[in-house]
Protein backbone atom coordinates (compact mmCIF):
# COMPACT_ATOMS: atom_id res chain seq x y z
CA UNK A 1 0.00 0.00 0.00
CA UNK A 2 3.07 2.15 0.78
CA UNK A 3 4.36 1.84 -2.48
CA UNK A 4 1.30 2.10 -4.03
CA UNK A 5 0.85 5.86 -2.89
CA UNK A 6 4.19 6.80 -3.22
CA UNK A 7 3.89 5.83 -7.01
CA UNK A 8 0.42 7.45 -7.30
CA UNK A 9 2.02 10.76 -5.62
CA UNK A 10 4.95 10.39 -8.16
CA UNK A 11 2.83 10.54 -10.49
CA UNK A 12 1.06 13.69 -9.77
CA UNK A 13 4.05 15.62 -8.91
CA UNK A 14 5.43 14.44 -12.59
CA UNK A 15 2.10 15.84 -14.43
CA UNK A 16 2.27 18.94 -11.75
CA UNK A 17 5.54 19.49 -13.03
CA UNK A 18 4.75 19.23 -16.79
CA UNK A 19 2.14 21.54 -16.11
CA UNK A 20 3.88 24.09 -14.69
CA UNK A 21 6.92 24.37 -16.96
CA UNK A 22 4.17 25.11 -19.68
CA UNK A 23 2.48 28.07 -17.64
CA UNK A 24 5.67 29.13 -17.43
CA UNK A 25 6.05 28.76 -21.19
CA UNK A 26 3.23 30.50 -22.25
CA UNK A 27 3.64 33.53 -19.56
CA UNK A 28 7.35 33.81 -20.46
CA UNK A 29 5.67 34.58 -24.22
CA UNK A 30 3.32 36.88 -23.05
CA UNK A 31 5.75 38.97 -20.80
CA UNK A 32 8.38 39.12 -23.15
CA UNK A 33 5.54 40.68 -25.81
CA UNK A 34 4.41 43.09 -23.42
CA UNK A 35 7.81 44.49 -22.61
CA UNK A 36 8.73 45.03 -26.10
CA UNK A 37 5.54 47.19 -26.09
CA UNK A 38 6.20 48.59 -22.72
CA UNK A 39 9.49 50.25 -23.53
CA UNK A 40 8.39 51.62 -26.40
CA UNK A 41 5.68 53.31 -25.28
CA UNK A 42 8.32 54.45 -21.97
CA UNK A 43 10.24 55.93 -24.88
CA UNK A 44 7.96 57.52 -26.85
CA UNK A 45 6.36 58.92 -24.04
CA UNK A 46 9.02 59.84 -21.54
CA UNK A 47 7.39 57.98 -18.88
CA UNK A 48 9.22 56.98 -16.07
CA UNK A 49 6.44 54.89 -14.57
CA UNK A 50 5.70 52.63 -17.59
CA UNK A 51 9.24 52.55 -17.65
CA UNK A 52 9.76 51.75 -13.89
CA UNK A 53 6.80 48.86 -15.25
CA UNK A 54 8.89 47.91 -18.20
CA UNK A 55 12.19 47.43 -16.14
CA UNK A 56 9.86 45.32 -13.58
CA UNK A 57 9.15 43.17 -16.72
CA UNK A 58 12.34 42.58 -17.62
CA UNK A 59 13.26 41.26 -14.20
CA UNK A 60 10.10 38.81 -14.43
CA UNK A 61 10.99 37.75 -18.04
CA UNK A 62 14.67 37.00 -16.31
CA UNK A 63 12.53 35.62 -13.37
CA UNK A 64 9.93 33.51 -14.99
CA UNK A 65 13.04 32.10 -17.12
CA UNK A 66 15.42 31.20 -14.06
CA UNK A 67 11.54 29.46 -12.73
CA UNK A 68 11.22 27.44 -16.04
CA UNK A 69 15.17 26.12 -16.08
CA UNK A 70 14.92 25.19 -12.10
CA UNK A 71 11.16 23.44 -13.28
CA UNK A 72 13.15 21.22 -15.75
CA UNK A 73 16.58 20.71 -13.39
CA UNK A 74 14.04 19.70 -10.47
CA UNK A 75 12.48 17.11 -12.27
CA UNK A 76 15.81 14.80 -12.95
CA UNK A 77 15.97 11.86 -10.96
CA UNK A 78 17.70 11.66 -7.57
CA UNK A 79 21.00 9.84 -7.80
CA UNK A 80 23.47 8.93 -4.77
CA UNK A 81 25.36 11.87 -4.61
CA UNK A 82 22.08 14.13 -4.97
CA UNK A 83 19.62 11.52 -2.59
CA UNK A 84 16.57 14.14 -2.29
CA UNK A 85 16.72 14.66 -6.18
CA UNK A 86 16.93 18.34 -7.31
CA UNK A 87 13.97 20.50 -6.28
CA UNK A 88 15.33 22.13 -3.88
CA UNK A 89 16.78 24.18 -7.28
CA UNK A 90 13.27 25.56 -7.35
CA UNK A 91 13.96 27.31 -3.65
CA UNK A 92 17.23 29.04 -5.29
CA UNK A 93 15.03 30.14 -8.26
CA UNK A 94 12.85 31.64 -5.88
CA UNK A 95 15.65 33.59 -3.81
CA UNK A 96 16.80 34.76 -6.93
CA UNK A 97 13.45 35.95 -7.88
CA UNK A 98 13.12 37.40 -4.47
CA UNK A 99 16.04 39.42 -5.09
CA UNK A 100 15.73 40.57 -8.22
CA UNK A 101 12.28 42.26 -7.27
CA UNK A 102 13.84 43.88 -4.43
CA UNK A 103 16.36 45.26 -7.05
CA UNK A 104 13.76 46.60 -9.12
CA UNK A 105 11.88 48.10 -6.42
CA UNK A 106 14.84 49.78 -4.73
CA UNK A 107 15.98 51.48 -8.45
CA UNK A 108 12.43 52.37 -8.97
CA UNK A 109 11.94 54.10 -6.06
CA UNK A 110 15.70 56.16 -6.21
CA UNK A 111 14.45 57.35 -10.01
CA UNK A 112 11.03 58.25 -8.95
CA UNK A 113 12.29 60.28 -5.78
CA UNK A 114 14.89 61.58 -8.06
CA UNK A 115 12.08 63.50 -10.08
CA UNK A 116 10.06 64.61 -7.81
CA UNK A 117 13.28 66.34 -6.13
CA UNK A 118 14.52 67.64 -9.18
CA UNK A 119 11.51 67.98 -12.21
CA UNK A 120 12.25 67.22 -15.52
CA UNK A 121 10.84 69.26 -17.93
CA UNK A 122 9.28 66.52 -19.97
CA UNK A 123 5.63 66.30 -21.46
CA UNK A 124 4.44 62.95 -21.17
CA UNK A 125 0.93 62.55 -23.66
CA UNK A 126 -1.21 60.70 -21.56
CA UNK A 127 -3.36 58.49 -23.89
CA UNK A 128 -0.59 56.88 -25.54
CA UNK A 129 0.38 55.71 -21.86
CA UNK A 130 -3.10 54.95 -21.46
CA UNK A 131 -3.11 52.51 -23.85
CA UNK A 132 0.34 50.85 -23.36
CA UNK A 133 -0.93 50.57 -19.70
CA UNK A 134 -4.42 48.86 -21.20
CA UNK A 135 -2.42 46.77 -23.08
CA UNK A 136 -0.19 45.50 -19.67
CA UNK A 137 -2.79 45.23 -17.67
CA UNK A 138 -4.58 42.87 -19.94
CA UNK A 139 -1.63 40.77 -20.99
CA UNK A 140 -0.88 40.38 -17.28
CA UNK A 141 -4.20 39.17 -16.00
CA UNK A 142 -3.62 36.58 -18.70
CA UNK A 143 0.04 35.45 -17.92
CA UNK A 144 -1.41 36.30 -13.62
CA UNK A 145 -4.25 33.49 -14.47
CA UNK A 146 -1.66 30.86 -15.97
CA UNK A 147 0.39 30.89 -13.17
CA UNK A 148 -2.26 30.86 -10.78
CA UNK A 149 -3.22 27.33 -10.64
CA UNK A 150 0.98 26.44 -9.56
CA UNK A 151 1.05 29.51 -7.01
CA UNK A 152 0.95 27.13 -4.12
CA UNK A 153 2.68 23.99 -5.79
CA UNK A 154 6.12 25.05 -4.62
CA UNK A 155 8.29 28.27 -3.72
CA UNK A 156 9.65 28.71 -7.44
CA UNK A 157 5.95 28.67 -9.13
CA UNK A 158 4.61 30.91 -6.07
CA UNK A 159 7.94 33.70 -7.10
CA UNK A 160 6.83 33.35 -10.69
CA UNK A 161 3.16 34.23 -9.60
CA UNK A 162 4.46 37.25 -7.50
CA UNK A 163 6.51 38.71 -10.29
CA UNK A 164 3.46 39.00 -12.66
CA UNK A 165 0.83 39.90 -9.86
CA UNK A 166 3.54 42.98 -9.66
CA UNK A 167 3.38 43.82 -13.06
CA UNK A 168 -0.36 43.65 -13.18
CA UNK A 169 -0.60 46.17 -10.23
CA UNK A 170 1.74 48.38 -11.90
CA UNK A 171 -0.55 48.48 -15.48
CA UNK A 172 -2.62 49.39 -12.93
CA UNK A 173 -0.69 52.09 -11.25
CA UNK A 174 0.19 53.33 -14.50
CA UNK A 175 -3.39 53.64 -15.71
CA UNK A 176 -4.13 55.53 -12.88
CA UNK A 177 -0.79 58.07 -13.34
CA UNK A 178 -2.17 58.45 -16.77
CA UNK A 179 -5.63 59.47 -16.13
CA UNK A 180 -4.52 61.74 -13.40
CA UNK A 181 -2.18 63.41 -16.07
CA UNK A 182 -4.91 63.66 -18.72
CA UNK A 183 -7.64 65.15 -16.87
CA UNK A 184 -5.84 67.63 -14.31
CA UNK A 185 -2.50 67.99 -16.25
CA UNK A 186 -0.75 66.92 -13.37
CA UNK A 187 2.82 65.28 -14.13
CA UNK A 188 4.37 64.47 -11.09
CA UNK A 189 1.60 61.47 -10.65
CA UNK A 190 4.22 59.81 -13.16
CA UNK A 191 7.04 59.67 -10.62
CA UNK A 192 4.44 59.18 -7.65
CA UNK A 193 3.18 55.93 -9.73
CA UNK A 194 6.65 54.47 -10.02
CA UNK A 195 6.82 55.02 -6.31
CA UNK A 196 3.52 52.87 -5.54
CA UNK A 197 4.63 50.52 -7.85
CA UNK A 198 7.95 50.55 -5.67
CA UNK A 199 5.90 49.83 -2.25
CA UNK A 200 3.75 46.89 -3.72
CA UNK A 201 6.89 45.04 -5.13
CA UNK A 202 8.73 45.12 -1.34
CA UNK A 203 6.44 43.37 0.89
CA UNK A 204 5.68 40.19 -1.58
CA UNK A 205 9.32 40.50 -1.76
CA UNK A 206 10.25 39.60 1.35
CA UNK A 207 7.55 37.40 1.97
CA UNK A 208 8.96 35.06 -0.67
CA UNK A 209 12.32 35.83 0.97
CA UNK A 210 11.08 34.78 4.64
CA UNK A 211 10.10 31.58 3.35
CA UNK A 212 12.88 30.86 1.01
CA UNK A 213 15.14 31.27 4.22
CA UNK A 214 12.65 28.88 6.08
CA UNK A 215 13.70 26.23 4.03
CA UNK A 216 16.86 26.36 3.31
CA UNK A 217 17.26 26.67 7.21
CA UNK A 218 15.21 23.33 7.31
CA UNK A 219 12.97 25.11 9.82
CA UNK A 220 9.75 22.79 10.63
CA UNK A 221 6.95 24.31 8.07
CA UNK A 222 4.45 26.79 9.44
CA UNK A 223 1.61 24.37 8.95
CA UNK A 224 3.04 21.68 11.27
CA UNK A 225 2.38 21.28 14.32
CA UNK A 226 4.96 18.76 16.40
CA UNK A 227 2.98 18.37 19.32
CA UNK A 228 0.50 17.39 17.50
CA UNK A 229 2.20 14.90 15.62
CA UNK A 230 4.11 13.27 18.61
CA UNK A 231 0.47 13.02 20.29
CA UNK A 232 -0.60 10.86 17.02
CA UNK A 233 2.35 8.74 17.41
CA UNK A 234 2.00 8.12 21.01
CA UNK A 235 -1.69 7.15 20.31
CA UNK A 236 -0.41 3.80 18.58
CA UNK A 237 -0.35 0.73 20.95
CA UNK A 238 2.87 -0.08 21.77
CA UNK A 239 4.54 2.98 21.86
CA UNK A 240 5.71 4.41 25.22
CA UNK A 241 8.07 7.32 24.16
CA UNK A 242 9.20 9.53 20.93
CA UNK A 243 12.25 11.51 20.25
CA UNK A 244 14.71 13.57 18.36
CA UNK A 245 11.31 14.43 16.19
CA UNK A 246 11.99 16.06 12.94
CA UNK A 247 10.00 18.07 10.35
CA UNK A 248 11.58 19.97 7.60
CA UNK A 249 10.90 20.77 3.70
CA UNK A 250 12.77 20.03 0.50
CA UNK A 251 11.23 22.68 -1.14
CA UNK A 252 7.09 24.09 -0.69
CA UNK A 253 5.06 21.05 -0.17
CA UNK A 254 7.80 18.18 0.19
CA UNK A 255 7.72 17.61 3.71
CA UNK A 256 10.59 14.98 5.53
CA UNK A 257 10.18 13.47 8.91
CA UNK A 258 12.34 11.46 10.94
CA UNK A 259 11.74 9.94 14.64
CA UNK A 260 12.77 7.43 17.21
CA UNK A 261 9.76 5.52 18.51
CA UNK A 262 10.79 3.64 22.15
CA UNK A 263 8.48 0.88 21.95
CA UNK A 264 7.14 -1.93 24.25
CA UNK A 265 9.50 -5.37 24.16
CA UNK A 266 5.99 -6.91 23.15
CA UNK A 267 6.00 -5.27 20.04
CA UNK A 268 9.19 -6.90 19.32
CA UNK A 269 8.54 -10.53 20.57
CA UNK A 270 5.50 -10.20 18.64
CA UNK A 271 7.18 -9.76 15.16
CA UNK A 272 5.05 -6.22 15.19
CA UNK A 273 8.04 -3.58 14.15
CA UNK A 274 6.88 -3.71 10.52
CA UNK A 275 2.76 -3.00 10.79
CA UNK A 276 3.99 -0.24 13.60
CA UNK A 277 5.98 0.88 10.65
CA UNK A 278 3.28 1.55 8.59
CA UNK A 279 0.32 2.25 10.63
CA UNK A 280 3.17 5.20 11.95
CA UNK A 281 3.71 5.88 8.01
CA UNK A 282 0.33 6.10 6.57
CA UNK A 283 -0.74 8.42 9.72
CA UNK A 284 1.93 11.02 8.56
CA UNK A 285 0.69 11.03 4.81
CA UNK A 286 -2.73 10.77 5.54
CA UNK A 287 -2.80 14.25 8.37
CA UNK A 288 -0.07 15.89 8.22
CA UNK A 289 1.08 15.53 4.24
CA UNK A 290 3.92 14.17 5.00
CA UNK A 291 5.54 12.62 1.66
CA UNK A 292 8.72 10.55 3.05
CA UNK A 293 8.80 9.49 6.84
CA UNK A 294 11.71 7.69 8.46
CA UNK A 295 11.69 5.87 11.89
CA UNK A 296 13.79 4.50 14.54
CA UNK A 297 11.78 1.63 16.38
CA UNK A 298 13.29 1.14 19.69
CA UNK A 299 12.94 -0.62 22.73
CA UNK A 300 13.49 1.15 26.05
CA UNK A 301 16.99 -0.17 26.92
CA UNK A 302 18.13 1.05 23.76
CA UNK A 303 16.83 4.82 24.08
CA UNK A 304 18.04 4.81 27.05
CA UNK A 305 21.82 4.15 25.82
CA UNK A 306 21.60 6.82 23.13
CA UNK A 307 20.48 9.69 25.88
CA UNK A 308 24.95 10.18 25.83
CA UNK A 309 24.44 10.49 21.80
CA UNK A 310 21.24 12.75 21.76
CA UNK A 311 21.73 15.94 24.53
Known amino acids: MAHSEQHSRGSHDHASATTNRTRLGWAIVIVATVL ?10 GSLALLADAGHMASDLIGLTVAL ?8 PATDRHSFG ?3 VEVFAALFNGLLLIGVAAFVAVEGVSRLITPEEVSIPPVP ?12 F ?27 LGSATVIIASLVILVTGFAPAD ?4 LVIAAMIIPRAISLLRDVIR ?3 QQTPVETDVAEIRSHILAEDGVVDVHDVHVWAVTTGKNIFSAHVVVEPAIFEQGEPGRLLDRLSTCLSAHFDVGHSTFQIEPAEHARHEEHLHP
Do not use: H, P
Open 86 to 88: FQR
Open 191 to 194: AIAS
Open 215 to 217: VLL
Open 142 to 168: GALMLLRGGASSSLNMRGAYLEVLGDL
Open 69 to 76: VATIIAAR
Open 36 to 45: VVEVVGAVAT
Open 129 to 140: LLIVAVIGLVAN
